[in-house]
């Protein structure tokens, strides 16, 4: 009997932008278009509405259209990877139920980030309580470790509790905490669970490690150098690879990371209007602009085509 139950995911993920329009709703058009764009030039999925998103600037009205829109649009759910913690239990279930329904193959899960210094016996109550509420069997949850933004890390004893209680549920966490060695560590000690690079510069050692892949911002506008270090991480060329990866983050990190790419995608697209994030995010200046377009020709960096103009 086949089963339906969703396959455990690896490879390249894009921390998916978000566009907006003028007054600051979300652009489902290009959204859909960028999504497209990304799976057809290298992505084998689509992390949207996470961080690179601005996920937690949006309603949870925004987030559910969203990802409707995408299905809408042609975008298998079996390629999504929603990001859908809130601070609230019944928003993050909301937004769970949601992403099951149109067939995502996985979810991103923020803990609850508004309260700090909780123990590991409140976080397991709340993923506890998230998982119990959707009781889908379909529901696979990818934790997400992102100290910096969230202040909330999720340590390996609580991992390893959430395994044990909902091994079917809990497979995988993306680590932004930009420590190769807490990456490499959680791949070690639990065989088969997904671990995902949230730094382009750290996809070759925990691939090395074991590691499932990859879901980065850089990837927003560079799916075919992520998909060819994917590819190629255990040949000849492996280091040159992620040099090259590494090289074009520091590019643009050396500019506010979320503006920065958001201004090269609308160089790329001719739309103005993917420069604008929703406050409290700034749009990259002018001068910013010309001088991050000018290391990225330096550097020589190009992207794959795409035809997002003609949506306007």
Known sequence: MLSNKPEILKGVFAAALTPQNADLSPNLTDHAAHCRWLLDNGCDGLAVLGTTGEANSFSVGERIAIMENLVANGISGKTMMPGVGCCAIPDTVELTKKAVDLGASGVLMLPPFYYKGV?????????????????????????????????????????????KAYPDTVVGLKDSSGVIDNMTSIAKKFPGFAVFSGGDHLTLPLLQAGGAGCITAVCNIAPHWLQELYQGWQGDKAQELQDRMANLRDIIISFPQVPALRAVKARHTGVDGWRPSRPPLPVLSDADSKALYKKLDDFGFSMPDQALAAAQ
């Open 119 to 163: 123990s590991d016996d409140g976080l397991y109550a709340a993923y506890a309580e998230t998982i119990e509420r959707v009781a889908d069997d379909r529901l696979r949850v990818y934790l997400y470790h992102i100290p910096p933004v969230s202040q909330m890390p999720i340590s390996i004893d609580l991992i390893e509790r959430l395994v």
